[in-house]
């Protein structure tokens, strides 16, 4: 056939694990990532080079019970009724190109023996890294400040960057809305009682929820604050494959969009 002898007994490089190993990394990566479903699981094993097909990965899930299935719960942490002025929704209809281009914030509380905690968070929406946080027994302006200040530091942004929001008190009040207007943010605020406005920031609380804090039963403030600062920072920054960046980590998507775009303004504070 004319065919080079090296061709003909040429092997893939590729790992092709037999039966038990392949099912201890499954099992090891649902006891790491409790949440992920089959996609994310078979996108793993690709960039760890094991080749196996998802509808294979889907069967050992099942065979074992393995499955993810998330728990709902929910509680309104959105306070509306105020004085405050209201901003229009300035989300565009494209998606962010670039880091700092867009800020989304959202509330979420977090169960405890005595009551509850509260968690304000700020992502960027380009990565949807989670670039400032903020943890509290009360659910109030403060809070939410916490986490601007915290991303404020860690990012410098450029002026003119959205930031985005429900209407809720804690978003709207003179001192919050003093700090992103002396920083040049432009303020947008979701439509009222409409979430898909804040989608990827109630997605992103979905997650914290699912795979950390149905995990555990916290018993008072310090376990929260032990726990959910690791999981954001260690996890879900830096290990977490996210679908809607083909199955990477937002550190390593902001840090791919950086390296092959050096000069862009946006990422001043990144570089």
Not at 30 to 42: A, C, D, K
Request: aromatic letters at 12%; charged letters at 25%.
């Amino acid at each position: 056939m004319s065919l080079p002898r090296s061709s003909y007994y040429y092997k893939s490089k590729e790992k092709k694990p037999d039966e038990t190993s392949l099912v201890e990394r499954v099992e090891e990566l649902v006891e790491e990532f409790n949440g992920y479903g089959y996609r994310r699981i078979t996108a793993q094993l690709h960039r760890e080079g094991i080749r196996v097909n998802h509808k294979k990965v889907l069967r050992l899930l099942r065979e074992r019970e393995l499955l993810c299935k998330p728990r709902r719960r929910w509680v309104s942490t959105t306070d509306s009724n105020h004085s405050y002025r209201i901003y229009p929704n300035l989300l565009p209809a494209f998606p962010a190109t670039a880091p700092n281009q867009v800020w989304i914030a959202d509330l979420t509380y977090i169960r405890v023996f005595l009551g509850f905690v509260y968690l304000a968070v700020i992502l960027d929406l380009f990565s949807r890294k989670a670039i400032g946080y903020g943890l509290s027994r009360n659910i109030d302006t403060q809070l939410s400040l916490q986490a601007l200040h915290m991303a404020l530091q860690s990012r410098n942004p450029p002026p003119g960057v959205i930031h985005h929001s429900d209407q809720g008190v804690q978003y709207a009040a003179d001192d919050y809305v003093d700090t992103l207007t002396f920083h040049g943010f432009q303020i947008s605020m979701s439509r009222k009682g409409n979430p898909y406005d804040n989608a990827a920031a109630e997605s992103f609380l979905k997650t914290l929820k699912t795979e950390e804090v149905y995990r555990w039963e916290y018993q008072t403030l310090a376990d929260v604050e032990k726990r959910v600062p690791y999981f954001i920072e260690q996890v879900y920054n830096q290990k977490r494959l996210h679908s809607a960046l083909h199955y990477r980590p937002p550190a390593e998507f902001e840090k791919m969009f950086l390296t092959n775009n050096p000069y862009n303004p946006c990422l001043t504070a990144l570089t």
